[in-house]
């Protein structure tokens, strides 16, 4: 027998082995996650090694103007840049990053961005901090503010073929733009300032507007018709304030005012959760596979500007009015379940789509219609921010179902349906997705396979990316034989 004190030894050897293996897993997969308040906006924050994380929305709830390259994030509020290193992984991103970010060309100390809970993820504190806002912890809660940035002097300048309006600011803030009528509205994201008509006199502009708008600033321009415009901004640095330039004349283009600059929201809704396992064999839960795959679909799809959203993203009951309100988000909604037959010889993947003779809410029957009809570009494009045709679900189902067949051993057939309550409300590309048969044997197994799972889901994601007019990753090359 071994003596007490090696025993006792051994043991706690053994409990600081598990405490060692808890730190480098669990704690990666399993973060704490903390409610985020940003300037009016509710958020969910996830904690990596002390750190707080926040999908890309917390970016845009701070005015920025965000974009995901192959190595970064960058982040751009009106002059400043601010640039994040991209990591593996949130978890990689709080432990091994300690100067992830930069701002307009300077380091700071900061962990990178990352993939978490299958959303790309960026660091609260740095970017809010960076952006001017202020950071606080207090319990389960993150809170950050905006303060209002203030309006100094606005000054202008005229030319034989351009007019020019500068608008200093305190400090940098957002901005974007739109045409109304013939007016030229600028909104200055967090700005304050007093409403004010000021002259310029000039060729191009005569008078234009300053006015504060819950908490923006707009810069209201009359156009003429043949008028171009251009804007930009100035960073502020060393004393200087910041500077947003307005330039109209007859030099300038008149751009397209973007209407669809917002990145495009997937939104994957895996069957079941919670109490309901959905179909069982075995082991084998429908519930736990579906939501394994939408965050396989989710790691591929986050990291190139799409922004995300889960019906759930844990094992939990999810009522079909939280469903459908997602729905009317989407871009694309993908619904996921996994099937079960008496006959063990059906098997593949079976995707449906909503007939577009199939009864829909009036309202979306009637603005696909009025979408159908458009007569200028500039209508068609307005409409298509909110609705798709209605042969847009058969064709992003027809998209998968090319991607999945081209996978080893993937097999897969498109089919319409009469009635679906989480369809009937998508006014964008929806779908119903059936992974396979849990009551096929090679389905079964294709299932439980990691290889196999992952190329699935590189399938659907990549048909995704496809269907919004997205660069697809080349195919990667064979292994030698």
Do not use: C
């Amino acid at each position: 027998m071994k003596p007490k004190w090696q025993v006792t030894h051994t043991r706690w050897l053994f409990v600081m082995a598990l405490l060692g293996l808890a730190w480098l897993g669990l704690g990666q997969t399993t973060p704490q996650t903390k409610d985020l308040q940003v300037a009016g906006t509710s958020l969910k924050a996830s904690v990596y090694n002390g750190f707080a994380f926040a999908p890309l929305e917390f970016a845009s709830a701070l005015g920025l103007e965000t974009q995901v390259t192959n190595d970064a994030v960058v982040l751009k509020q009106g002059g400043k840049v601010l640039r994040i290193a991209l990591a593996d992984g949130a978890y990689e991103a709080a432990t091994q990053w300690t100067n992830g970010l930069e701002v307009n060309g300077v380091r700071q100390k900061s962990p990178a961005a990352g993939l978490g809970g299958g959303r790309l993820l960026i660091p609260v504190k740095s970017v809010a901090e960076a952006a001017g806002g202020t950071f606080e912890e207090s319990g389960n809660t993150v809170i950050v503010n905006m303060p209002q940035a203030i309006l100094g002097t606005v000054s202008s300048d005229k030319t034989e073929r351009s007019d020019r309006v500068v608008l200093e600011i305190d400090r940098d803030v957002g901005f974007s733009s739109r045409i109304e009528k013939s007016d030229l509205i600028v909104t200055l994201r967090f700005t304050n300032g007093t409403a004010s008509p000021y002259l310029v006199g000039g060729k191009f502009i005569d008078v234009f507007e300053v006015k504060p708008v819950a908490n923006k600033l707009e810069a209201k321009i009359p156009l003429k018709s043949s008028d171009g415009f251009q804007i930009f901004a100035v960073a502020s640095s060393q004393g200087i304030p910041a500077r947003v330039i307005i330039d109209v004349g007859s030099r300038f283009g008149r751009p397209s005012v973007a209407l669809d600059s917002r990145p495009s929201v997937v939104v994957l809704d895996p069957g079941h959760g919670g109490n309901d396992l959905g179909v069982v064999s075995g082991n084998l839960r429908e519930k736990d596979i579906t939501l394994k795959m939408a965050q396989r679909i989710a790691s591929i799809l986050a990291p190139r500007g799409i922004a995300m959203k889960y019906t759930r993203n844990e094992d939990k009951d999810t009522s079909i009015e939280t469903r459908q309100a997602l729905s009317v988000k989407a871009d694309v909604l993908i619904s996921l379940h996994v099937s079960s037959q008496p006959n063990s010889s059906a098997k593949g993947a079976e995707i449906f789509y909503l007939s577009p003779d199939a009864p829909s809410e009036g309202i979306l029957d009637a603005g696909r219609t009025a979408l159908e009809n458009a007569k200028t570009e500039r209508e068609r494009k307005l409409l298509s921010r909110f609705l798709a045709p209605r042969a847009a679900s058969q064709k992003l189902a027809d998209m998968i179902s090319a991607r999945i067949l081209a996978v080893p051993n993937g097999e897969a057939r498109v089919s319409s349906l009469g009635s679906h309550t989480a369809l009937e409300r998508a006014p964008k590309a929806a779908i119903v997705l059936e992974l396979g048969y849990l009551s096929n044997d090679e389905d079964r197994a294709a299932l439980q396979n990691t290889d196999a799972s992952v190329s699935r889901a590189e399938a659907v994601a990549y048909a995704v990316l496809e269907y919004l007019g997205k660069p697809v990753p080349a195919a990667k090359p064979e292994a030698p034989k």
